[in-house]
Every structure is written in structure tokens, then in C-alpha cells.
């Protein structure tokens, strides 16, 4: 394009009117520097817009008063895009200009820059405080209006819960809140309104109804996940009884809320507390005041003397934890619960006078704690028993309160066999009716028959033996009852310990179970370093019993005969804690074991208490290959037509190597072909087992199994007043009873019938050797054929041990300085088929974990249990 036909060059920055402008103010007669003769970028002398001399320059083209600009501008921002109509911003600026028109909300803040654009403005901030303020009031006004004042008398009625067998088929249903009568005010004793109030709301006739206080921390646990908490006030307790439904939402506790305060205003204190009383759940099934009083005194409410409704004051603190019958769970024994509420019935009276309820006159006029009614029930059999394993397994793993789960509305899928269950029963009936006679012997008396049934491969229980019956005054699971030692049942463990973690001697690799111990009678037990453990201020000497000198024998023989001695010293040369810990590994809880003695060399010999559960589950891992599955009882349930979580299968977890659970099975076979479980010899099938029989014959064991079942039967003899286990010689007419006749009986009976569901019983895999054999010096009496099944047969009735030999026999042969060789005599702590020396009581539960029945606990499936708990 020709020189003449060019665009003047527009100023810097301004558009048309800026470029006026600025040649208003030129120097008149001075014609513009030719380009590129002073500030061009190709001019190595220029300095920018100006020239060497100062003087403004005029730019050639709109391109070039564009570089020329963002030149002077240096590192800053570039200049605003032209305006409309081909205006620019003025010159200089780098930020946009704020918006024409205010917005509503000004945020981000225009016309501020970096943080202080996002500050919020104290404008800002009260506006919306105000308009979160006016929606909480209008909220709250909103549900006040909305909500409604409940009525003692329309309180939903609690529905059914219903159990079902493994096969889906309905077993029982149980609740429902038929238990409730209705009384007026006047009808309820004074004694226990004041009561009630003293205990759980001194503040009650004073406060509006609600704890702000209280309200928080329930909504903070809440939101955290953590625990949920119910209503402080009695006002708030009263509100959350007509609801059916418990879940801890924050949606109900917000309609709690507004009712609670309507409540307060629409009705009179006197009201409240009376709807409370009728409302409430007291345990034994009783709904209300009226119905508690007949369901524990068998008086109506308005008989009820200062003493009975001071108790009912007391059991509403929780009836699963302070009914005396004792309640669902490891910790609600019936004497932990009898202790609770006793205790809580003494400190009531003393709150009653504290907070001016009562006075000192009035307390000392109360009396004695009340005489209660005998507990009715009409769950005959096994039911109540099952039911209870499963309703502690439940509320464990769906995180329910047994008063929440007494509500109803659940359907409970059991892994309870109903034929199983049916056999196990009848097995226990026939031994009983055929070997105890009450009214010809004092000594069958209060006899007690406990036993369960676990799946190997899955960890389900398929039946338990809880006892006679509710129906039949027998409220304690003697299938998950923590209290009864195992005795001798626990040596196996002591042998598969060995075999996993080996011996201080073979330095930590695994023992052989023909290894040789000295099984003497009153053989001093020695430490680590061969030095005898003390007993006072003599050596410590392991009874066994009778009083034949066994020599050096192999741990297998050993266990056939159940030879004392030998696992005494094998427990202190495994180390007592790597037996606790491979116990653990097959689910026997730690909670189950004998604190008394659990440093002690007694511990290997079976003073330990897991329930029946826990037994057949853990030797459960010998059948199955190492492989241990926590015991559990329910497989699924259903509320309002949807499954809850958690009730998925347990995860298979390795207790041993394969090779020790098929070392112990072989070794346990032996003990039935050939030592003292012979009496099921002739089952017909491979089975494999040990029996056990406790210190004065207090209990006695048999657990054994099959490939495809394991099982474990106890016998004990309480003292139904103390709770504390009796002897048992002389039951049944007999001197003494073992694990090898009467609980060997039982379970003979039942696996003969229960197996039959299976076809064809599996074989028991081969066992490999294993180990290293130490102190292989056999005595000149010991002389085993390879399968050791030539020597003496086992004495199922107790030798006397009065007259022990006090020197070394001929038949104890010793190599030099062999410290286990030794022959020593004299002694104490006798024992019997398990060398126990103290015997806890029967009346404590398992815990935990996984839950088991009515003062269950501990046993996975039903607790175990759960477990503790089953």
C-alpha cells in the first residue's frame, strides 16, 4: 500500500479523542520523528516511548502503540480490550472496572483484590446470621405446630420378634407388648414417683421438659458415629417410649425435641410422670408399672410397698443389667445383676433423702430388700435358650440394646438344626433318666447336663443343650455358662502349642508327640532353667491320678491315658503364653481364662471356664485343618422388610499349620481306640476326642468330632443357692464320674444320630511326621508297639493316691543329669483326668464377643461368642 493512503497513526492509548487531546498540547511547528528514528524497538538507543531527547514520538500503526504500551507498562497487567464503539481503557490501568450495576450479593467483593476479595463483609456475615436465625425459629415454629402429644393409652404395641430354624421354617415369636395395663395416677404409689425422680431427674417438676445439655452430646455422638444417648429428662424418656421405632436418627431425635417441649407445656407434671411409669419397659416382659408389679411381687401397682417400688425405680435403670434374673450378654449374670440392683436399690434410698424424698425416719421404716416371684415362662425345652443366643448375637452385631431389640419387629434366621436340636435333647433325657434318680440319692440333685454343636468348615452352631428349660425354672445356658472347668479337654491345646512354637529344648522348632516326659505321680515340676518351682517353701510336685509309676512316656501316650505330669512340664517348657495365645487363635476368649492360675503350672491342666461353645468351636480347628471360624448362630435378619448389616459369614483365620490339627486328630483317635474315650470306640465312623474330669470330681468333659461336626458335653453339680460347684462323687452311685462314661455317653448317642444327616462321614486326613522327639529313652516298662496300643488300658474309676511310693520305682529308668527323669515323692495339689486345683464357680457368662445366650456371652455365634458373644 502507497505511503499516502495510510491510516494515521493513532496515539497512545485513549482512542480518538485522547489522540485531540494530546495534540492540543504538542509544541506547534514540530513535525513527528520519522519512525524508527528514536524509541523503536529496533533502535538499540531508544528508552521506550520517547526518543533520546525526551520528546514524545507518535506511533506508526495501531500494532505498534499496542507493543509500545504493554513496553511502558513493563510486567504489569495487560491493558483493558477496547471499550465499545473501538474505545479503550484509559492508559495505565491493568484491572477491570467494577460492574456497572450492585449485585445482591457481593461476594466475591468487587473492587477488592487478593484475600481480602473473599473476606465476607460484616454486611454479609448479619445478613446471613439473621436468615439463619429467622429459619430456625420459623423451623422450630413449623414443628412445634406440626407435632402432637402422645397418649400413654395409643403407645404402639411392640411387635413379634421372629425366629427361624436353619431350614427358614419358623421356631418361635416371641415379645410383643400384650404385657401392658394402664393405671391412673392415683393408682401408683408415691413411693416410687418419688423414687423415679430422686434416681433419674431430681429436676424433673422444675425444668421445661428438656437437658440442652444432654441434647448436645447426644447430637455431637451422633455426628462423630459414636454412641447414641437417649433422653435425660423423664419428659424426654416418657417421649421416646410411645415410639415404636428406635433407630437413633437425628430426624427423631428432633421430633423428640419439639414434643418434649409441647409435652412440658400441654401437660401437667403428674401426667408425664405417670405416662412414664405406664410406658416404661421393666424387664420379665412387663410393660408399665402394673404389669411389673405383678410380673415381680404379683400385686397390683397401688400394694406395692415402699420397698417393692424402690426396686422398680432400681430396674429401670436397664432390666438386661438390674433384673435379678440376670439378662442378655457375658456381664448380665444373674449375681452380677442381683449385686447391681441391690446396690442400686441401697443408693436410691439414700438419693431419695439427699434431694429431700424422703426422710431418714421414713428410709429406716423401708426394710429389707424385697422377696421377688418366682420367673415364669412358657418357652419349654431348648427354645428360651436358642432364643437368647440369638438375641445376644443380634444386638451385638447390629449395635442394638436388648431393650431396643424387645421392641420386635425383627425376623432372626438362625444356623440352629432343628432335628440336631430335637437329638441332643434326647440324648441328654436318656442319660439323665437312666443315671439320676433325685428322690433315692441327695447327690443328683442339682446335677447339670450342658453341650453344643458346631459346623467345622463354617463356624456354625447347629444345636446346644441349655438345660431343662424356662418352663421348667432353668433360666442359665449351660451351653455358653462360663464358670465349669475344662480339665483335661484342655491338654490338646497344651500339645498343639508344642507343635507350633516347640520347646525352650528345640529352640522354638516343633515337638513330636513321641517326645518323652516323665509321667510319675508327684513328679516336681521344674522352670526353663531346671530349677523346681516353688509351692511355699517346698518344690511344686504334679499329682496325677492313682499313683502308677508311668516312666518316661511319649506325649501320645500320655494324652491316651491322661497322664498329668507329663503336660504340667510340657506347659512350662512351651511357655504358658504360647499356649494362651494358640487357645485365642481357635476362639477360646481370653475372658474365659483362669486368672487365678494363669501363671501357674496348673493352667496346662485345664482350670480354665469356656463354655461348651467354645470348646466344640475350638477343637473345630483340629478337624478342620488349622482353620478356625468364629461360632455364630445367626445368618440373617430382616427389619421392616429390609436385611440389616453385619450378619455376613465369618472370615476363615488359620489357628495352625495343617499338619499340627492332623498330628492332634491322630493322636486324639488314639484316645478313643485306646485310652479313656473308649466308650465311643464303636461309633461306627473316625472320630476323634478327649475327656476330662476336674479336681473333686466338680465337672466332667468329653469334646470330640468328626470331619463334618464337632461337639462338646459337660457335666457339672451346683449349689442353687451360692451358685458354686459341688462334688460329684457319689452321683449316680458311683464313686466318682469322669469324662470317659457319662459325657462320653451323651455325646456317643447324639453323633450316632446326628451323622446320619451326612451320608458317608469323611475320613481324617494322615497325619505327617512332625517334630523333634527329645528324652527318647523309653523306661524298661514302656515298651510301645509303634501304634502304643499294648499298654495298660485306662481306669475309669479314681485310684486311691492316699499312700504314694516315697522312692524311686525299678521301672524308672534315668539318663544322667535328665532333670525330667526324676522320680520324686511326697506332695500336694492333687487332681483328677486334669490335675485342676481350684474350681471357679458355674454362674459367670462368656462375654463377648459374638453372644451367646440368656447370661451368655461370649461365644461368636450366638454369641460368642460373642466373642463373648452366640
Not at 423415679?196 to 425444668?207: G, I, K, L, M, P
Not at 429428662?233 to 415410639?243: G, P, R, W
Not at 468364629?630 to 430382616?638: A, C, G, L, Q
Not at 466318682?736 to 462320653?744: E, F, Q, T, V, Y
Request: proline share 6%.
Amino acid at each position: 500500500m502507497s505511503e499516502h493512503r495510510r491510516k494515521p497513526p493513532q496515539p497512545q492509548g485513549g482512542g480518538r479523542a485522547a489522540a485531540r487531546r494530546g495534540q492540543s498540547g504538542s509544541s506547534t511547528g514540530r513535525r513527528a520523528a520519522p519512525r524508527g528514528a528514536t524509541g523503536s524497538p529496533s533502535d538499540p538507543y531508544g528508552s521506550g516511548a520517547t526518543g533520546s531527547g525526551g520528546e514524545d514520538r507518535l506511533y506508526g500503526g495501531r500494532a505498534e502503540a499496542r507493543r509500545a504500551a504493554q513496553r511502558s507498562s513493563g510486567s504489569r497487567r495487560r491493558a483493558a480490550e477496547p471499550a465499545r464503539g473501538g474505545r479503550r481503557a484509559a492508559p495505565g490501568r491493568g484491572r477491570s472496572a467494577p460492574p456497572a450495576e450492585k449485585r445482591f450479593i457481593d461476594y466475591p467483593r468487587a473492587g477488592k483484590y487478593g484475600a481480602a476479595r473473599w473476606m465476607p463483609s460484616w454486611r454479609l456475615v448479619t445478613g446471613l446470621f439473621l436468615t439463619f436465625m429467622g429459619g430456625l425459629v420459623a423451623a422450630a415454629g413449623i414443628g412445634y405446630a406440626m407435632v402432637g402429644i402422645p397418649k400413654a393409652q395409643d403407645t404402639a404395641l411392640a411387635q413379634n420378634n421372629v425366629f427361624y430354624w436353619s431350614n427358614g421354617k419358623q421356631m418361635a415369636a416371641t415379645g410383643g407388648q400384650t404385657n401392658r395395663q394402664l393405671v391412673s395416677s392415683a393408682e401408683i404409689p408415691p413411693e416410687i414417683k418419688d423414687a423415679v425422680v430422686s434416681a433419674e431427674n431430681a429436676t424433673f417438676y422444675e425444668d421445661k421438659g428438656i437437658d440442652p445439655a444432654g441434647i448436645g452430646r447426644a447430637l455431637f455422638n451422633m455426628a462423630k458415629g459414636g454412641e447414641t444417648q437417649g433422653g435425660s429428662t423423664i419428659t424426654q424418656q416418657y417421649v421416646k417410649n410411645t415410639y415404636l421405632s428406635q433407630e437413633q436418627t437425628l430426624s427423631r431425635k428432633f421430633k423428640e425435641l419439639f414434643i418434649s417441649i409441647k409435652v412440658n407445656q400441654k401437660m401437667s407434671k403428674d401426667a408425664i410422670l405417670a405416662g412414664y411409669l405406664n410406658t416404661a419397659y421393666y424387664g420379665r416382659n412387663a410393660y408399665g408399672i402394673q404389669a411389673a408389679a405383678q410380673a415381680y411381687f404379683g400385686v397390683d401397682a397401688r400394694k406395692l410397698t415402699p420397698s417393692q417400688s424402690i426396686f422398680l425405680a432400681s430396674v429401670l435403670k436397664g432390666p438386661n443389667f438390674y433384673n435379678p434374673d440376670g439378662g442378655v450378654g457375658a456381664n448380665a449374670t444373674k449375681e452380677r445383676n442381683t449385686k447391681r440392683v441391690k446396690d442400686r436399690w441401697s443408693w436410691i434410698q439414700g438419693r431419695m433423702v439427699e434431694v429431700g424424698r424422703m426422710t431418714q425416719a421414713d428410709q429406716a421404716k423401708v426394710g429389707a430388700f424385697p422377696k421377688l416371684k418366682k420367673q415364669s415362662s412358657n418357652l419349654s425345652g431348648q427354645t428360651g435358650y436358642l432364643i437368647d443366643l440369638a438375641k445376644e448375637y443380634v444386638a451385638k452385631k447390629a449395635g442394638l440394646s436388648p431393650e431396643d431389640l424387645e421392641k420386635g419387629g425383627y425376623r432372626i434366621y438362625t444356623t440352629f438344626d432343628k432335628d440336631k436340636v430335637n437329638e441332643l435333647a434326647a440324648a441328654v433325657d436318656k442319660t439323665e433318666k437312666s443315671f439320676l434318680d433325685p428322690k433315692k440319692r441327695e447327690k443328683d440333685k442339682h446335677v447339670q447336663f450342658g453341650g453344643a454343636s458346631v459346623d467345622p468348615k463354617t463356624g456354625a452352631i447347629v444345636a446346644i443343650y441349655g438345660g431343662a428349660g424356662y418352663n421348667k425354672g432353668h433360666y442359665s445356658n449351660n451351653a455358653n455358662t462360663l464358670g465349669v472347668p475344662v480339665g483335661s479337654t484342655w491338654k490338646p491345646i497344651v500339645l498343639a502349642a508344642a507343635m507350633k512354637y516347640g520347646t525352650y529344648e528345640t529352640d522354638g522348632e516343633p515337638l513330636s508327640p513321641m517326645a518323652r516326659y516323665n509321667g510319675n505321680d508327684l513328679l516336681v515340676i521344674r522352670d526353663r532353667n531346671g530349677d523346681p518351682i516353688p509351692d511355699g517353701d517346698k518344690p511344686f510336685r504334679q499329682k496325677n491320678e492313682g499313683t502308677k509309676a508311668w516312666g518316661m512316656v511319649t506325649l501320645r501316650k500320655a494324652m491316651e491315658q491322661s497322664i498329668n505330669s507329663p503336660f504340667a512340664q510340657l506347659g512350662i517348657d512351651v511357655g504358658l503364653a504360647n499356649t494362651q495365645e494358640l487357645a485365642q487363635d481357635m476362639g477360646i476368649p481370653a475372658s474365659s481364662f483362669d486368672q487365678a492360675n494363669i501363671k501357674n503350672v496348673s493352667f496346662s491342666l485345664g482350670t480354665s471356664t469356656p463354655s461348651a461353645i467354645r470348646m466344640a468351636d475350638a477343637y473345630g480347628s483340629f478337624a478342620n485343618d488349622g482353620i478356625h471360624y468364629e461360632p455364630y448362630s445367626v445368618t440373617k435378619v430382616i427389619k421392616d422388610g429390609e436385611p440389616l448389616k453385619g450378619f455376613e459369614t465369618p472370615e476363615k483365620e488359620t489357628a495352625m499349620d495343617e499338619n499340627v490339627a492332623n498330628n492332634v486328630t491322630d493322636v486324639l483317635e488314639n484316645v478313643v481306640k485306646n485310652g479313656t474315650g473308649k466308650k465311643v470306640a464303636d461309633i461306627g465312623f473316625p472320630v476323634a476326642g478327649k475327656t476330662g474330669t476336674t479336681d473333686e470330681n466338680k465337672s466332667a468333659w468329653f469334646v470330640g468330632y468328626t470331619r463334618e461336626l464337632s461337639t462338646a458335653v459337660t457335666l457339672f453339680r451346683t449349689d442353687p443357692d451360692k451358685g458354686k460347684l459341688l462334688s460329684m462323687n457319689g452321683t449316680g452311685g458311683v464313686s466318682s464320674i469322669h469324662g470317659g462314661d457319662i459325657p462320653a455317653e451323651v455325646w456317643k448317642d447324639y453323633m450316632s444320630e446326628a451323622m446320619k444327616s451326612y451320608g458317608t462321614p469323611e475320613p481324617f486326613p494322615d497325619a505327617e511326621p512332625i517334630g523333634e522327639i527329645v528324652n527318647d529313652t523309653p523306661s524298661p516298662t514302656a515298651t510301645p508297639t509303634p501304634t502304643e496300643t499294648v499298654e495298660e488300658t485306662p481306669s475309669e474309676t479314681p485310684t486311691p493316691s492316699d499312700t504314694p511310693s516315697l522312692t524311686p520305682t525299678p521301672t524308672s529308668t534315668c539318663r544322667p543329669f535328665d532333670f525330667r527323669c526324676e522320680d520324686d515323692s511326697g506332695g500336694q495339689n492333687g487332681g483328677s483326668d486334669g490335675g485342676v486345683t481350684s474350681s471357679p464357680t458355674a454362674t459367670e457368662t462368656e462375654t463377648d464377643d459374638s453372644g451367646g445366650g440368656n447370661n451368655g456371652g461370649n461365644n461368636g455365634a450366638g454369641g460368642i461368642f460373642g466373642r463373648p458373644e452366640g
